[in-house]
């Protein structure tokens, strides 16, 4: 009786450190999956094409509208979008639904958007949202910022388009 309590204990410790090593290493590959999926494929210097000549910087806010982040962030793109109207930068709003569906989403969270698009983040390089990328004329990327932003990264965009 004892040798079989011995064995069972033995192989309760065995498949407990079995566990555990997966459980490791399934973290281990997850964490850096994760943060090969935030690496961003737009670099400064790329060149996009949103269609149509820009004559003034761009700045392309690729959004969705299931996301919380988009969301959270939509005082900040009502700023934006005001000093767009004052002539700082040209906003493009873009969205992987239906340029419609996007526009009605800015509408509802009182946001004024002038040109909203559906966009192939594909296309234009971008893998989650949002997604801030700011074009020169040429369409050359001259920077980007991804996620939710802190307030001094909110007030680096306001000051990149002004």
């Not at 399934?26 to 149509?52: C, F, I, M, W, Y």
């Not at 005082?75 to 000093?83: A, H, K």
């Not at 004024?112 to 020169?136: C, H, I, S, Y």
């Amino acid at each position: 009786m004892d040798k079989l309590l011995e064995r069972l204990v033995n192989v309760a410790i065995l498949v407990a450190a079995v566990c555990l090593v997966v459980l490791v290493t399934h973290t281990l590959v997850q964490r850096h999956e994760t943060a090969a999926a935030n690496q961003p494929l737009l670099h400064k210097g790329d060149t996009l094409s949103l269609g149509g000549g820009a004559s003034a910087p761009v700045l392309l806010l690729a959004l969705q509208t299931g996301c919380h982040f988009c969301k959270e962030s939509m005082p900040f793109y009502e700023r934006l979008s005001r000093d767009a109207q004052a002539g700082h930068a040209h906003l493009v709003f873009g969205f992987p639904q239906a340029a419609s569906d996007g526009a009605a989403y800015l509408k509802a969270n009182g946001v004024e958007a002038g040109d909203v698009r559906e966009v192939n983040f594909d296309k234009v390089e971008v893998r989650g949202t949002p997604t801030l990328v700011l074009l020169d004329a040429g369409g050359r990327v001259q920077n980007y910022w991804i996620g939710k932003l802190p307030a001094e990264k909110e007030a680096e965009v306001e000051a990149a388009i002004r």
